[in-house]
C-alpha cells in the first residue's frame, strides 16, 4: 500500500468514525452531536444568553437560534427574555433535558479531547499541523467549522422519529 492510499484510509476511518458515533446518539437520544453540545452548555452555565452559547460551543447565534428551536419543539429546552435587558433571550433546561443529559452517551469529542489531552506537547502540535495541512491540501481552510465532530448539517432534525413527531 503506498503513502496516499494511507493517509485516505486514514481519513475515511475519521470521517466514518464520526458518522457511526453520529448514528449511535441519534439512535440512543434522538439527539445529534450539536444539540447534545448544546444542552451540556445550558447546563455547565445556568442562565445563559444565545450569544454566550454560541461562543461557547464555536457555532453562529444563527445556528444555536436553530438548533434551540428544534429543542424547544422538544420541551427540552425554554427561553426566558431577561427582566434587566429586554434584548437579551436566555435558555434554560427542562426536567426532561436534564434526564437526557444523564443518559447520553459522550459525543466523540469529549473522548477525543480526554485522549488527547494525554499527550506530550510536542504530539499535540505535530497532529495540529499535520491536519491543518490536510485541511488546506484538500482547499478546506476557508470552510466554516466549529470544534463539532458530527456528520450533516448542525442544525439538522434529530433521527427520523423526531421528524415525525414535529409533523
Known amino acids: 500500500m503506498n503513502r496516499i492510499e494511507e493517509v485516505l484510509i486514514a481519513l475515511r476511518r475519521v470521517i466514518r468514525a464520526t458518522d457511526l458515533h453520529s448514528k449511535y446518539l441519534e439512535k440512543t437520544t434522538g439527539l445529534t452531536a450539536p444539540q447534545i453540545l448544546l444542552l451540556q452548555a445550558i447546563s455547565t452555565m445556568g442562565q445563559a444568553t444565545i450569544g454566550e452559547l454560541a461562543n461557547k460551543i464555536s457555532l453562529s447565534q444563527a445556528t444555536v437560534t436553530t438548533i434551540l428551536d428544534r429543542l424547544e419543539k422538544r420541551q427540552l429546552i425554554t427561553r426566558k427574555r431577561s427582566e434587566q435587558d429586554k434584548r437579551k433571550v436566555h435558555a434554560y433546561l427542562t426536567e426532561e433535558a436534564e ?52 456528520v450533516g448539517t448542525l442544525d439538522r432534525q434529530g433521527v427520523e422519529l423526531n421528524n415525525n413527531k414535529e409533523k
Open 99 to 150: 434526564k437526557v443529559l444523564i443518559n447520553a452517551p459522550l459525543p466523540l469529542q469529549d473522548q477525543f479531547t480526554k485522549q488527547f489531552t494525554d499527550l506530550q506537547d510536542w504530539e499535540k502540535t505535530m497532529i495540529i499541523s499535520s491536519l491543518q495541512r490536510v485541511a488546506q491540501m484538500m482547499d478546506a481552510q476557508g470552510i466554516d467549522a466549529s470544534p463539532v465532530l458530527d
